[in-house]
């Protein structure tokens, strides 16, 4: 079975500050993984995806993702957090035809 | 339309009350997905139809759960003789379900179930 750790509960940054979240996957086969992301009252849309190929994963509104299979980890970073990235993350893996499998999520507040 | 859409957006009923969550996926994704938020929470996988049929019900709780699909579009989740504990926001979500791409759901607003 697959599960998916995230090691951060709630993260509080100022802004212009780095960001890099925890994730830890469990799985022996090939994975896809994800980052999800939940504005205050809106619904989960998709940060980014990696499926194969390059390991660093370029999404939108300048955050980034490393996938490092020898430490089954998926950490997503963004180098300056702004105020508008106030949100809840959800890390997400799916191995190979299993269901896709979220984490329990990570609070982000940026303080301006 | 646009996007995935769900009704209703909040829902109170009693214990014991049978419900109806519905779900609108995207034009075109053949495949749709059925998960269940409690607070604090990850989203919690219940069922995935391709198609008209269940590829994967795991995730529903117990025989009190049931979700369909009758034409391969719109899908509606059924829950009978509702708990206090079945309080929690369903989401749908819906993917091209083929390929790559296929793995890319997108989700509804949600179902705020209240179970009183």
């Known amino acids: 079975a697959q599960s998916v750790s995230q090691h951060n509960h709630h993260v509080i940054l100022s802004e212009a500050a780095s960001l890099e979240l925890g994730c830890n996957y469990s799985?022996?086969?090939?994975?896809?993984l994800f980052w999800y992301v939940q504005y205050p009252g809106q619904h989960l849309q998709l940060l980014l995806k990696?499926?194969?190929?390059?390991?660093l994963v370029k999404g939108i509104k300048g955050f980034e993702a490393e996938f490092i299979k020898s430490k089954f980890s998926f950490n997503l970073r963004k180098p300056s957090v702004q105020w508008s990235d106030t949100a809840e993350y959800f890390c997400?893996?799916?191995?190979?035809?299993?269901?896709?499998?979220f984490g329990t999520g990570t609070k982000l507040q940026v303080i301006p | 339309g646009a996007g995935v859409s769900q009704t209703p957006s909040n829902k109170v009923t009693e214990k014991g009350k049978y419900v109806e969550l519905r779900c609108d996926p995207i034009?075109?994704?053949?495949?749709l997905y059925w998960y269940r938020q409690s607070l604090g929470q990850g989203p919690e996988f219940l069922i995935y139809?391709?198609?008209?049929?269940?590829?994967?019900d795991s995730g529903l709780p117990n025989d009190r759960f049931f979700a369909v699909r009758p034409e391969g579009s719109v899908s509606t989740l059924k829950i009978q003789r509702t708990e206090r504990g079945d309080s929690a926001v369903y989401l749908c979500?819906?993917?091209?379900?083929?390929?790559?791409?296929?793995?890319?759901?997108?989700f509804g607003p949600g179902t705020r179930l209240t179970v009183l």
């Open positions: 990696y499926f194969s190929g390059d390991p």
């Open positions: 034009s075109g994704h053949t495949a």
């Open positions: 979500a819906s993917s091209l379900g083929m390929g790559l791409a296929g793995n890319e759901q997108f």
């Open positions: 997400a893996v799916k191995g190979g035809y299993q269901k896709v499998t």
């Open positions: 799985y022996g086969g090939t994975v896809n």
């Open positions: 139809f391709q198609g008209t049929g269940a590829a994967d």
